[in-house]
């Protein structure tokens, strides 16, 4: 990759040096990514992303580069930062690689200007290219696991909301959605910081109801809209493409106007008449057997469902659910949610057990 004639003045040792441990540094990070794309995410198109970068970054590592290395005289091989020696998470894994990445192609772009008169252009290029791949890696990772969620925790507030929550992804859940109607803004924040923090620790989704806002502002995974709230195109312009948006709806005309604004997944209720939501008119079992059959993107079916109820929801055709009582005000939120998960687990398997031998 590296010219002779593009090379601006003779390379002095430290130069080589430091293109040298930052090339190390670019590749080792997204070597690392790129294993998780491969055998986390199953894609091939971001493990080739990551592969093409890694490819591009090798042909810039010259021997000239490589055999300046002098790793017993390098103070840096001594210095950690306690945070490097823990990981609590994929996804802090995968920030913390990214954020290596970026910094080390950073150092390749400035230091490189003084190596080779095309080195600082072609890292910087490669730097957006990588900030691309990283919004595109959350975007996908989230929508993966929105895809396996199959039950669906919408909180209520309780002084011991933490632990309600922790005790559920205890027993599985991967989706939480923070719904608080009465706080104020400032608790909320509070609270859906907290919480992004503890789903992400159990590789878990947080959505935050109604607010946008606090959603940007907590860094949640995405936020849930209802009739009326924002529409759903209007909060995607401000969410951008990586964030998840579920709509409430109640029928047919609702669910279409939601699936054209761009919704990723819909709420389907209420299918009991509920006191979580007393307002509001039971849908019933026959607008969830109508999403089962036209719905075009995920959907929930919500609304006084509980463990008892649960088997009719699901004969119904519903394949995931969500839930407020039934888990956040459970004895033993742990066992419920793993009751709840082991049953849409059954009903998942009799499904595709009834398509392999023709059965409708
Ligand atoms: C998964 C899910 N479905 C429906 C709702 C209800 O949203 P909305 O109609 O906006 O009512 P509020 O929850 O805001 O009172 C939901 N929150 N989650
Ligand atoms: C928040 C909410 N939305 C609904 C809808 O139909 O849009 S029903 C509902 C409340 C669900 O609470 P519970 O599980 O306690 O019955
Ligand atoms: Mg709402």
Redesign the pocket.
């Given at each position: 990759m590296t010219d002779k004639q593009n090379r601006t003045l003779p390379a002095q040792p430290a130069l080589c040096r430091i293109l040298d441990a930052n090339l190390d540094r670019s590749r080792e990070g997204l070597r690392i990514i790129e294993e998780w794309c491969r055998f986390g995410l199953n894609s091939a198109d971001l493990a080739g992303e990551c592969k093409q970068l890694r490819q591009e970054l090798a042909a810039w590592h010259v021997a000239e580069l490589r055999s300046a290395r002098d790793t017993p005289a390098d103070p840096g091989t001594e210095l950690t930062h306690p945070q490097e020696e823990q990981r609590s998470s994929i996804q802090q894994l995968l920030e913390a690689n990214f954020c290596r990445v970026e910094e080390a192609l950073r150092v390749l772009e400035e230091y490189g200007k003084i190596y080779d008169r095309n080195m600082g252009a072609a890292f910087k290029q490669m730097r957006y290219r990588v900030y691309t791949l990283e919004s595109d890696l959350l975007a996908y990772r989230r929508y993966q696991q929105l895809l396996r969620s199959q039950l669906?925790l919408?909180t209520s507030p309780r002084d011991n909301l933490m632990g309600v929550v922790e005790a559920a992804l205890q027993g599985g859940l991967t989706l939480v959605?923070y719904?608080d109607?009465s706080s104020d803004d400032g608790v909320k924040l509070a609270n859906a910081r907290q919480l992004c923090e503890l789903c992400h620790r159990y590789d878990a989704l947080l959505i935050v109801?109604?607010r946008v806002d606090l959603a940007i502002a907590a860094d949640a995974d995405g936020v849930?809209?209802?009739?009326?709230?924002l529409p759903v195109a209007e909060a995607r312009k401000l969410l951008g493409p990586g964030r998840i948006i579920?709509c409430?709806t109640t029928n047919g005309e609702e669910m279409q106007r939601a699936v054209d604004g761009g919704a990723d997944?819909?709420?389907?209720?209420p299918v009991y008449s509920t006191p979580t939501?007393p307002d509001?008119q039971a849908a019933g079992l026959d607008y969830v057997r109508y999403a089962a059959t036209k719905s075009p993107i995920p959907w929930?079916a919500?609304?006084g469902i509980d463990i008892n109820n649960l088997d009719e929801v699901l004969n119904a055709g519903a394949q995931r659910v969500?839930a407020v009582r039934a888990i956040m005000e459970a004895e033993q939120p742990t066992l419920v949610t793993q009751f709840f998960i082991s049953q849409l687990i059954r009903m998942q398997n009799l499904k595709a057990q009834k398509a392999l031998h023709g059965k409708s």
């Amino acid at each position: 990759m590296t010219d002779k004639q593009n090379r601006t003045l003779p390379a002095q040792p430290a130069l080589c040096r430091i293109l040298d441990a930052n090339l190390d540094r670019s590749r080792e990070g997204l070597r690392i990514i790129e294993e998780w794309c491969r055998f986390g995410l199953n894609s091939a198109d971001l493990a080739g992303e990551c592969k093409q970068l890694r490819q591009e970054l090798a042909a810039w590592h010259v021997a000239e580069l490589r055999s300046a290395r002098d790793t017993p005289a390098d103070p840096g091989t001594e210095l950690t930062h306690p945070q490097e020696e823990q990981r609590s998470s994929i996804q802090q894994l995968l920030e913390a690689n990214f954020c290596r990445v970026e910094e080390a192609l950073r150092v390749l772009e400035e230091y490189g200007k003084i190596y080779d008169r095309n080195m600082g252009a072609a890292f910087k290029q490669m730097r957006y290219r990588v900030y691309t791949l990283e919004s595109d890696l959350l975007a996908y990772r989230r929508y993966q696991q929105l895809l396996r969620s199959q039950l669906y925790l919408v909180t209520s507030p309780r002084d011991n909301l933490m632990g309600v929550v922790e005790a559920a992804l205890q027993g599985g859940l991967t989706l939480v959605q923070y719904r608080d109607k009465s706080s104020d803004d400032g608790v909320k924040l509070a609270n859906a910081r907290q919480l992004c923090e503890l789903c992400h620790r159990y590789d878990a989704l947080l959505i935050v109801n109604d607010r946008v806002d606090l959603a940007i502002a907590a860094d949640a995974d995405g936020v849930h809209l209802g009739q009326q709230d924002l529409p759903v195109a209007e909060a995607r312009k401000l969410l951008g493409p990586g964030r998840i948006i579920g709509c409430s709806t109640t029928n047919g005309e609702e669910m279409q106007r939601a699936v054209d604004g761009g919704a990723d997944y819909i709420g389907v209720g209420p299918v009991y008449s509920t006191p979580t939501k007393p307002d509001r008119q039971a849908a019933g079992l026959d607008y969830v057997r109508y999403a089962a059959t036209k719905s075009p993107i995920p959907w929930f079916a919500i609304g006084g469902i509980d463990i008892n109820n649960l088997d009719e929801v699901l004969n119904a055709g519903a394949q995931r659910v969500a839930a407020v009582r039934a888990i956040m005000e459970a004895e033993q939120p742990t066992l419920v949610t793993q009751f709840f998960i082991s049953q849409l687990i059954r009903m998942q398997n009799l499904k595709a057990q009834k398509a392999l031998h023709g059965k409708s």
